[in-house]
């Protein structure tokens, strides 16, 4: 086709390369370069694709929230740097879950069960 469009792949699931990805797109059409591609990287649960069959439903939860989560990657960034203890981020934790309620585990109980 002759088109030779640049372009980025971003973890979609990183908050952080998210913002960095689309800051550097900005920057770059910004200056009088032309567009750019974004694609995003997303994980299975997202984009509607089923793990293996033998991958049971609490294993898949357990993935999801241990490697793929992004708010767990953000809290786990957030001990790496030093900018929260680990009792910071348990009680910020504490006040979230006290805020959120049932409505948070609801939500996520329908979620994961619709993805079955």
Known sequence: MGN??????????????????????KEYCG?????IYLEMMTSPQYT???FADWVTEEEMVR????????LRQIIDRLKEVGFMTP?????????????LGW????ASARYFNSKL
């Open 63 to 70: 993935f999801h929230r241990r490697h793929l989560d992004p």
């Open 103 to 106: 409505k948070w585990i609801s």
């Open 4 to 25: 030779k469009i640049p372009g980025l792949r971003i973890d979609g699931m990183n908050v952080l390369a998210l913002r960095e990805g689309v800051r550097f797109a």
């Open 31 to 35: 200056v009088g370069n032309g567009p």
């Open 87 to 99: 009792q910071q981020i348990r009680e910020m934790e504490d006040r979230i879950s006290t805020k």
């Open 48 to 50: 509607s694709v089923r």
